[in-house]
Nanobody, 117 residues
Framework: QVQLEESGGGLVQSGESLRLSCTAS????????LGWYRQAPGKEREMVAT???????NYADSVKGRFTISRDSALNAMYLQMNSMKPEDTAVYYC???????????WGQGTQVTVSS
């Protein structure tokens, strides 16, 4: 069983930066997909950025050029550096881990990010 824990959320002003962290407990193996998703009030959860075990990254168009996803395999950690933040980035951000070999899909509890204008 893997558990994910996010940290780093908070309140920032438009144009400022924030860094989210996600740590995974347990063995995640060598083939996986890690990602950040977000859900704003009244909206569906959406993909923000993903990174796989081959370090291939993917970003939502709305965050390209502003957000950077990265991971540290030694720490079983993943990060989301968010720069030039906008009020529309306000949401609960969730860490996700997919283990295709076993069909497992794990979610963190979420961390609130609020960007004031």
């Amino acid at each position: 069983q893997v558990q994910l824990e996010e940290s780093g959320g908070g309140l920032v002003q438009s144009g400022e930066s924030l860094r989210l962290s996600c740590t995974a407990s347990g063995n995640i193996g060598n083939f996986f997909f890690l990602g950040w998703y977000r859900q704003a009030p009244g909206k569906e959860r959406e993909m923000v950025a993903t990174i796989n075990s081959a370090e291939i990254t993917n970003y939502a168009d709305s965050v390209k050029g502003r957000f950077t996803i990265s991971r540290d395999s030694a720490l079983n950690a993943m990060y989301l550096q968010m720069n030039s933040m906008k009020p529309e980035d306000t949401a609960v951000y969730y860490c996700n881990l997919k283990l295709p070999k076993w069909g497992h899909d794990y979610w963190g509890q979420g961390t609130q990010v609020t960007v004031s204008s």
